[in-house]
């Protein structure tokens, strides 16, 4: 019987991590089509609620960049024992294709907000979803 072979965990939390970022600013660009930005909460004047739009669009990005770094780190943790079916692998390597290039399609396309407040949003983005992916990584090696 062939021997388990482990990863480091720094290398799975850090594939989990940039997976997770690259999901997050993926529904970032996409939630950008749709009228889900970021940058509303800029806009908007200092007696004014937060437009739900950028509500909306905070508790997504976290969301996933959460549970794009969790399950990334799970799957990696058992793709390093073998424990993964080829059929799996290759329905979740197309799944992620697709989510990717959608998102390089939303972000060819010229931005309906203006540049100050998209660098922010994008930003913001990366920021909420690097911290959001890290802690779904820490807490999925953690648990395995």
Excluded: N
């Amino acid at each position: 019987m062939a021997e388990t072979t482990y990863f480091p965990r720094r290398l799975i939390l850090a594939g989990a991590m940039i997976s997770g970022v690259l999901l997050a600013l993926a529904v970032h660009m996409l939630g950008v089509r749709y009228g889900l930005d970021l940058g509303g909460l800029w806009r908007g004047g200092s007696g004014d609620f937060m437009p739900a739009g950028a509500a909306i669009a905070w508790w997504l990005i976290a969301t996933v960049g959460f549970s794009g770094g969790y399950f990334t780190a799970a799957l990696m943790d058992s793709a390093a024992a073998g424990q993964i079916p080829p059929r799996m692998r290759q329905f979740l390597i197309a799944v992620g294709v697709l989510v990717l290039a959608g998102a390089g399609q939303a972000a060819s396309a010229p931005s309906p907000i203006p540049t100050i407040s998209g660098v922010l949003a994008g930003l913001a983005a990366l920021c909420l979803g690097a911290a959001m992916a890290f802690c779904g990584a820490y807490f999925a090696l953690r648990k395995a």
